[in-house]
């Protein structure tokens, strides 16, 4: 699927690229997430502040999370995406939630997302999570 979008809409295709990130989260499709992030694209855990730095760490800590016995699932909800009038970069701002397997909330909080376009569409550059339960 090629989720780029026009020139004038980079906010719908970013929100289409997270929505198929939060998908591959929800089917454990370690494939349809590597194409979503830049090369050395960095994530910053909710709690611990660890850092995941580059695509390879973060698809070995999702396989991880996939194989769990109790496995919970991650959804990233955007409330606003800004986008640079001078580079091809945008922030999206958002909550989050992680839920297990009764669909109960285990934790939430908010985050951001740094999104740079490239030939291949909007990729994620960099996220930062912030534990708030």
Do not use: C
Not at 19 to 28: C, G, K
């Amino acid at each position: 699927m090629n989720a780029r979008a026009p020139a004038d809409l980079p906010e719908l295709a970013i929100r289409m690229r997270r929505a198929a990130f939060n998908r591959a989260l929800q089917d454990a499709d370690l494939g349809a997430i590597g194409p979503l992030l830049m090369p050395d694209a960095i994530l910053v855990t909710g709690t611990d502040s660890a850092i995941l730095s580059g695509r390879k760490a973060q698809l070995l800590a999702w396989k991880r999370e996939f194989s769990a016995a109790k496995r919970t699932v991650y959804v990233r909800t955007p409330d606003r995406i800004d986008v640079s009038p001078v580079a091809p970069i945008a922030f999206e701002h958002g909550t989050w939630t992680q839920r297990g397997q009764s669909d109960a909330v285990v934790a939430q909080g908010t985050y951001v997302a740094k999104w740079r376009e490239v030939d291949a569409g909007w990729m994620i550059e960099a996220e930062v999570f912030l534990t708030l339960g």
